[in-house]
Nanobody, 120 residues
Framework: QVQLVESGGGLVQPGGSLRLSCVAS????????MAWYRQAPGKERESVAT???????SYAASVKGRFTISRDNTKNTLYLQMNSLKPEDTAVYYC??????????????WGKGTLVTVSS
């Protein structure tokens, strides 16, 4: 059974940094696109950043220049380096990936999320 587990969230002051990680485990044949989403209190879940298997990245306008998404294909691990954090970055951050497993091809999986709180 495939699982995604995020880590690295916490409380940080405005202007600070955090690095999120997401590990995909289980029987995995191939990992395609990987992405970070976030959901702030009272708001809908939104895309933060995406990285293709070949390394091409895209970012939401609100985080461009402050966040960096990366991946380690040898470890099926996704990262999000978050710098210059702002209070409006406060949210639960979710890992999302499309992968191939014994269950099927190109299936979407979600982690349970990690909370990031930006506050003084």
């Amino acid at each position: 059974q495939v699982q995604l587990v995020e880590s690295g969230g916490g409380l940080v002051q405005p202007g600070g940094s955090l690095r999120l990680s997401c590990v995909a485990s289980g029987t995995i044949f191939r990992v395609d696109d990987m992405a970070w989403y976030r959901q702030a209190p009272g708001k809908e879940r939104e895309s933060v950043a995406t990285i293709a298997s070949g390394g091409i990245t895209s970012y939401a306008a609100s985080v461009k220049g402050r966040f960096t998404i990366s991946r380690d294909n040898t470890k099926n691990t996704l990262y999000l380096q978050m710098n210059s954090l702002k209070p409006e970055d406060t949210a639960v951050y979710y890992c999302n990936t499309e992968l191939w497993s014994p269950i099927g091809r190109g299936m979407q999986y979600w982690g349970k999320g990690t909370l990031v709180t930006v506050s003084s």
